[in-house]
T-cell receptor, first 116, second 113 residues
Framework: GAGVSQSPSNKVTEKGKDVELRCDPISGHTALYWYRQSLGQGLEFLIYFQGNSAPDKSGLPSDRFSAERTGGSVSTLTIQRTQQEDSAVYLC??????????????FGPGTRLTVL | AQKVTQAQTEISVVEKEDVTLDCVYETRDTTYYLFWYKQPPSGELVFLIRRNSFDEQNEISGRYSWNFQKSTSSFNFTITASQVVDSAVYFCALKNYGQNFVFGPGTRLSVLP
């Protein structure tokens, strides 16, 4: 069975450009999370989806960041007018039924974003 | 508020040594789950274990064991006879009912040959 997939695996962009990062969760997983991990750091929560709605967007660092999920499946994280401090690995995770459950999250391989 | 602390930022051991990674959590809930994840150099986080707040039995899986103590709010992870392949960053996480996961900052373990 397929795990969580993310694309692209690496993205290099110039400051000021917009980027889109994609996440394909495990089939049937209703919950989807985005995290950011800067070099050598822990996981920074960005946003959580339950189905297509995002009940928790509290981690989005600024209004340049947005995310959507369609069909209860694929999610796209968009960063507008990228800045050098946006450089990080963006991780996506999915799980079966949170928040009202305790199922573990399954993580994708991440997208390494470099803003020059 | 929920919080997870992993006080050890980095640990280095020599192969075959035992090593314990500490995890201390804070929560006001009585029902919660604790998790450990491994992030090898390849980067993809791998789920290791889930433990609920009502089950304080220690768990052993091969060379891995976990010690859950509610009295000290700790969920420590021990690797026995460490191997080079155990080198990774290990994250402890907490989940309360109806809330998102809270991850600790991680402990980077280096096992030297």
């Amino acid at each position: 069975g397929a795990g969580v997939s993310q694309s692209p695996s690496n993205k290099v962009t110039e400051k000021g450009k917009d980027v889109e990062l994609r996440c394909d969760p495990i089939s049937g997983h209703t919950a989807l999370y985005w995290y950011r991990q800067s070099l050598g750091q822990g996981l920074e929560f960005l946003i959580y989806f339950q189905g297509n709605s995002a009940p928790d967007k509290s981690g989005l660092p600024s209004d340049r960041f947005s995310a959507e999920r369609t069909g209860g499946s694929v999610s796209t994280l968009t960063i507008q007018r990228t800045q050098q401090e946006d450089s990080a690995v963006y991780l996506c995770a999915s799980s079966l039924e949170p928040p009202y459950s305790y199922n573990e999250q399954f993580f994708g391989p991440g997208t390494r974003l470099t803003v020059l | 508020a929920q919080k997870v602390t992993q006080a050890q930022t980095e640990i280095s051991v020599v192969e075959k040594e035992d090593v314990t990674l500490d995890c201390v959590y804070e929560t006001r809930d009585t029902t919660y789950y604790l998790f450990w994840y491994k992030q090898p150099p390849s980067g993809e986080l791998v789920f290791l274990i889930r433990r609920n707040s009502f089950d304080e039995q220690n768990e052993i899986s091969g060379r891995y064991s976990w010690n859950f103590q509610k009295s000290t709010s700790s969920f420590n992870f021990t690797i026995t006879a460490s191997q080079v392949v155990d080198s990774a960053v290990y994250f402890c996480a907490l989940k309360n009912y109806g809330q998102n996961f809270v991850f600790g900052p991680g402990t980077r373990l280096s096992v030297l040959p």
